[in-house]
T-cell receptor, first 116, second 117 residues
Framework: AQSVTQLGSHVSVSEGALVLLRCNYSSSVPPYLFWYVQYPNQGLQLLLKYTTGATLVKGINGFEAEFKKSETSFHLTKPSAHMSDAAEYFCAVTGGRAFGNEKLTFGTGTRLTIIP | ETGVTQSPTHLIKTRGQQVTLRCSSQSGHNTVSWYQQALGQGPQFIFQYYREEENGRGNFPPRFSGLQFPNYSSELNVNALELDDSALYLC????????????????FGAGTRLSVL
């Protein structure tokens, strides 16, 4: 079974400041980890994913995340926030390599607000 | 290449009614997953269809059922609607590139917002 905990349901940062959104996971098998973004009245868009290999993954719009197995974390960062980054962000996990195990388990989300 | 499309975008039903939501998967994708997103929550997995067969189900009662058609489009049916069924219903499609479905990216539609009165 998998689960995801996102610390902080609301995060506010100033434009140009560092963005840090926290995600911790629990998985009984090696996880695949994802960050999705949801803009108002829209579906989910993939920002980045970790499956195997390099633990620092880069995504779209300048976001990146680091898989830390020892800390069971997959925090999302961006060096400099932009007004267009305001949205809801979801961390998600799947059960790894088993065939047919594609169910995404999501966290409860973090709403990011950018202060001008 | 068209993305994932869902219809209708909004729907209002009354308690006890039945509803059908539709999803057209992205071109070339043979796997469709459905999720329910209640207000202020993350999406919850309902079920997944792979090549027209159910391939996994979340903790949802049997009144939630689905179909996948030969063209890989899909329907979500909900019978005996309850007030708690009010939510955004998201469809996602993907295409396994190897035997491991899990690492394949799921592409989401914009969702159908269902209100049950």
């Amino acid at each position: 079974a998998q689960s995801v905990t996102q610390l902080g349901s609301h995060v506010s940062v100033s434009e140009g400041a560092l963005v840090l959104l926290r995600c911790n996971y629990s998985s009984s098998v090696p996880p695949y980890l994802f960050w999705y973004v949801q803009y108002p009245n829209q579906g989910l868009q993939l920002l980045l994913k970790y499956t195997t290999g390099a633990t620092l993954v880069k995504g779209i719009n300048g976001f990146e995340a680091e898989f830390k197995k020892s800390e069971t974390s997959f925090h999302l960062t961006k060096p400099s926030a932009h007004m267009s980054d305001a949205a809801e962000y979801f961390c998600a996990v799947t059960g790894g390599r088993a065939f047919g195990n594609e169910k995404l388990t999501f966290g409860t989300g973090t709403r990011l607000t950018i202060i001008p | 290449e068209t993305g994932v499309t869902q219809s209708p975008t909004h729907l209002i039903k009354t308690r006890g009614q039945q509803v059908t939501l539709r999803c057209s998967s992205q071109s070339g994708h043979n796997t469709v997953s459905w999720y329910q997103q209640a207000l202020g929550q993350g999406p919850q997995f309902i079920f997944q269809y792979y090549r027209e067969e159910e391939n996994g189900r979340g903790n949802f009662p049997p009144r939630f059922s689905g179909l996948q058609f030969p063209n890989y489009s899909s329907e979500l049916n909900v019978n005996a609607l309850e007030l708690d069924d009010s939510a955004l219903y998201l469809c996602a499609s993907s295409s396994p590139s190897d035997r491991s479905l899990a690492k394949n990216i799921q592409y989401f539609g914009a969702g159908t917002r269902l209100s049950v009165l």
